[in-house]
């Protein structure tokens, strides 16, 4: 399972875009990319997941370059509401019976 | 409305004593998880369930025990063989294969 390195905290203010990059060198062939979001004392709540190039959705885009060894997760004008800890994952869920590795996780504090 | 649901939110126990958590979803999903987080640290995979009357052990599976016995259902137990089992459990559940995990509010156990 392929492992991840991201910032253990990032400070923004609101309004802001906030990049969270993930280091993913050992990456495999099947493994797909994926970020859950997780408010204190809650269950993470899944964010977006691709494979490659860019992906985008309501609430975040997700970049990935053609090696895929590197995810960055873009949250565009953040408010107070986006403080939360997010975690990269990556994986082949399909073949590896569903298991989710999270790592620390990057703890992301907006200030007013 | 469909979801997980976790019982109780809080659990406190003495020490040697087994305790059963609680994990039901409508969400009619195959897969269900249980993970364990401790403070400040990410997930940890305890046992997971693809199909009902078969699941299989996670990274950090002794001194627990599950059963699922209907699809629903995926109860937890905390055996006295645990040594460390104060910590905060959330269960979650999946289509078979997909990258979206959904977790339940989670039940913090705290064990004297």
């Known amino acids: 399972l392929a492992k991840t390195t991201q910032p253990i905290s990032m400070d923004s203010y609101e309004g802001q875009e906030v990049n969270i990059t993930c280091s993913h060198n050992?990456?495999?062939?099947?493994?797909?990319i994926t970020w859950y979001q997780q408010f204190p004392s809650q269950g993470p709540r899944f964010i977006i997941q691709?494979?490659?190039t860019k992906v985008t959705n309501e609430v975040a885009s997700l970049f990935i370059p053609a090696d895929r060894k590197s995810s960055t997760l873009s949250l565009p004008r953040v408010s107070l509401s986006d403080t939360a800890v997010y975690y990269c994952?990556?994986?082949?869920?399909?073949?590896?019976?569903?298991?989710?590795?999270f790592g620390q996780g990057t703890e992301l504090s907006v200030k007013p | 409305d469909g979801g997980i649901t976790q019982s109780p939110k809080y659990l406190f126990r003495k020490e040697g004593q087994n305790v059963t958590l609680s994990c039901e979803q409508n969400?009619?999903?195959?897969?269900m998880y249980w993970y364990r987080q401790d403070p400040g640290q990410g997930l940890r995979l305890i046992y997971y369930?693809?199909?009902?009357?078969?699941?299989q052990k996670g990274d950090i599976a002794e001194g627990y025990s599950v059963s699922r016995e209907k699809k629903e259902s995926f109860p937890l137990t905390v055996t006295s063989a645990q040594k460390n089992p104060t910590a905060f459990y959330l269960c979650?559940?999946?289509?078979?294969?997909?990258?979206?995990?959904?977790f339940g509010p989670g039940t913090r156990l705290t064990v004297t």
């Open positions: 979650a559940s999946s289509r078979q294969g997909a990258y979206e995990q959904y």
């Open positions: 050992n990456i495999a062939t099947n493994d797909y």
């Open positions: 691709g494979y490659k």
């Open positions: 994952l990556v994986g082949d869920l399909y073949n590896q019976g569903g298991k989710l590795i």
């Open positions: 969400l009619n999903h195959d897969a």
């Open positions: 369930s693809q199909i009902v009357n078969d699941f």
